[in-house]
Every structure is written in structure tokens, then in C-alpha cells.
């Protein structure tokens, strides 16, 4: 569906809740066409990604380990964008 999506599975160490978090968020944007909701239909964004999250946690407890890392990193583990964020490094 969308190639930008953030692999999560058979990261070293594991992948973080913001970051499964994100990646759910990520989802939503891109099916809905809504980046920025407005505040009528905000509470159904933020469940649909908490919902997509608790999919994705319980998805990736079932899954095999990975043979490598995926060949991208998550943006939330690439320095410039936690610096652009206002987060401290990793």
C-alpha cells in the first residue's frame, strides 16, 4: 500500500512504543488523506491509532525473529529528525 510505511520488525533492540505508535499513526494519515484532523474527528483518529498500535505490539510478540535489520531506519532512530523533533539522542 504505501512503501513509506516503517518496518518495525527484527529491529536491534526492539522497536519502541512512540515508535509503533508512530508507524500506527503513519497508517492512519495515509489511508484517511488526514494529516492535521480537524477537532470533530480527532478522538476517531487518536482510537484508531491506539487500536492500530495494540495490533501491531501484539503482531510483532507473534512473529519469527528476522534474519537482518530492515535495510531503512525508523525516523524516530535517524539523529536529525529526533533533533528536529526536540528529542535527546537515542
Same mark, same amino acid.
Given at each position: ?6 518496518? !518495525? %520488525?527484527? #529491529? ?10 508512530? $508507524?500506527? $499513526? *503513519?497508517?492512519?494519515?495515509?489511508? =484517511? ?8 474527528? $480527532? ?6 491509532? *491506539? ?8 503482531? !510483532?510478540? *507473534? #512473529?519469527? &525473529? %528476522? %534474519?537482518?535489520?530492515?535495510? =531503512?531506519?525508523?525516523? #524516530? ?5 529526533? &533533533?528536529?523533533?526536540? !528529542?535527546?539522542? %537515542?
Amino acid at each position: 500500500m504505501c512503501r513509506n510505511i516503517t518496518e !518495525l %520488525r527484527g #529491529l536491534q533492540p526492539p522497536a519502541t512504543e512512540d515508535e509503533i505508535t508512530a $508507524a500506527a $499513526a *503513519q497508517f492512519i494519515r495515509k489511508v =484517511t488523506g488526514i494529516g492535521k484532523p480537524n477537532p470533530s474527528v $480527532a478522538p476517531a483518529i487518536d482510537e484508531a491509532v *491506539q487500536q492500530i498500535a495494540e495490533i501491531t505490539r501484539e503482531l !510483532l510478540a *507473534q #512473529l519469527p &525473529a %528476522r %534474519r537482518g535489520e530492515p535495510t =531503512t531506519v525508523p525516523p #524516530l532512530r535517524r539523529p536529525e529528525v529526533r &533533533a528536529r523533533l526536540g !528529542l535527546g539522542p %537515542r
